[in-house]
DNA sequence: ATAATTTTTTAGACAAGTCTAAAAAATATT
DNA sequence: AATATTTTTTAGACTTGTCTAAAAAATTAT
């Protein structure tokens, strides 16, 4: 059976960005991604995406077809899900124990989550007691690769009288995580949809009791879960 | 005054592991060491010395007369000793709450004492309880570069009936520490001299209650602080 | 269906870091 | 002091990852 502990391949810090930016922007699409998008996310050029891409499919862990765009092997994915799994734990490590804020650890993340060990990894998650979410809500895989699914509604989309609970973020910019935390908005919060304003979509909430109104654009990046 | 707070230089890890190893060079020979001496600890040519020796000078890291040899400068020896602070901390780390062995760390470490982030380290150092040895008895320096200047005396020097303590390894390699893990020998671990054998300067010792004979190669791999 | 626009790839260049082989300097030997 | 040996530097090449500018392909508009 399958574990990150047969993973022996080793990527420069370039080629494990590549493969997360590939993972991620293929996630949202659902099909083949562009080396412009690529390149957007990785702020860098296409032509340096066509360069890369080639060599990652000379390794067999993308398939790329010219002008056609790029997905990952199966190879491909798990190494991408293995270097999400570390940045994840780290950042839940950052905040539990070094005093981050959720909005201060992506940057450290992204340089943790390069480093090659899988004692590290494996001894890190158990430190943490094996966590389910990091602290941005988003899921972390086990050292299969396997992680929860989440059933992800956008709070904006919820109707009037709708009760959930907050439970990710899908910006999770400094500054997103920072209006959040000015506005005493917590993932776990309970909430429920009083009011949509239809001029401009904002919406009345009631967060633990407390009323409070936010822009469209607030709620847009707000994943709920709906009670049952 | 100084703190490392204040520096913001971005090196890069081949820069950092250069000021590294000319400082633990230049500690041991004290004076200036030569391009060959640092390409021999660096696993590298001569040649590549060389070539990294000019951009550091041209950094202002290193003092470089050609032929004859390399010292840090001020900000270079900074610099240099940040870097072995966060592989300290991190040796620690790894030891206290990941279950690595002593001898498990170093590799890890080497990679970990890369990252940039002032509040990753100085969390990571308050997180540890500001730990003033790291598993191998080297002393870490805190945020301003201070560190404790160890009294060394090497367990082969010590005359008969001299009582002690083990307080550091010279030799950290993993076999070294492995042979030390199976003899039962600790860091912390009371030491007297009963015996030294005049032919192949073998030392019969007692520690901690326990009788055992090493040999010159051992003794003299060991650091000890003489009981007063 | 042709033309205009956008996307993607190619071609050529560059910086960082390394290497080998040869030249130059320093050191050791006779 | 001259010669041989060792050390260090230079010269030129290679890899990785990036860039700009130009060419080619795909897409959109007319
Ligand atoms: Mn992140
Ligand atoms: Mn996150
Ligand atoms: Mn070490
Ligand atoms: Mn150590």
């Known amino acids: 059976?399958?574990?990150?502990?047969?993973?022996?391949?080793?990527?420069?810090?370039?080629?494990?960005?590549?493969?997360?930016?590939?993972?991620?922007?293929?996630?949202?699409?659902?099909?083949?991604?562009?080396?412009?998008?690529?390149?957007?996310?990785?702020?860098?050029?296409?032509?340096?995406?066509?360069?890369?891409?080639?060599?990652?499919?000379?390794?067999?862990?993308?398939?790329?077809?010219?002008?056609?765009?790029?997905?990952?092997?199966?190879?491909?994915?798990?190494?991408?899900?293995?270097?999400?799994?570390?940045?994840?734990?780290?950042?839940?490590?950052?905040?539990?124990?070094?005093?981050?804020?959720?909005?201060?650890?992506?940057?450290?993340?992204?340089?943790?989550?390069?480093v090659k060990s899988v004692k590290l990894t494996n001894g890190l998650d158990a430190f943490l007691d094996f966590p389910k979410y990091d602290p941005h809500g988003d899921p972390i895989p086990d050292k299969e690769g396997n992680f929860i699914k989440r059933n992800i509604t956008i709070l904006s989309s919820l109707k009037i009288n709708e009760e959930s609970k907050i439970v990710g973020v899908k910006d999770s910019s400094s500054a997103f995580l920072k209006y959040l935390d000015n506005a005493d908005i917590k993932l776990g919060a309970e909430i429920k949809v009083i009011h949509k304003e239809n001029f401009d979509n904002s919406m009345m909430l009631l967060i633990e009791g407390q009323k409070i109104s936010i822009s469209q654009q607030i709620s847009s990046n707000l994943y709920v879960k709906q009670n049952d």
């Open 1 to 114: 059976m399958f574990t990150f502990d047969s993973m022996e391949i080793d990527l420069s810090q370039a080629e494990e960005n590549y493969l997360k930016a590939i993972y991620s922007l293929f996630v949202v699409a659902n099909k083949a991604v562009s080396t412009n998008k690529i390149a957007e996310k990785l702020n860098t050029k296409a032509s340096s995406v066509t360069d890369m891409v080639k060599k990652l499919s000379e390794k067999e862990l993308v398939n790329y077809v010219k002008y056609q765009g790029v997905s990952l092997t199966t190879e491909g994915k798990n190494l991408a899900v293995h270097v999400i799994r570390k940045h994840r734990l780290w950042e839940v490590f950052l905040v539990r124990h070094l005093g981050f804020k959720w909005d201060e650890v992506h940057e450290v993340a992204e340089q943790l989550e390069h």
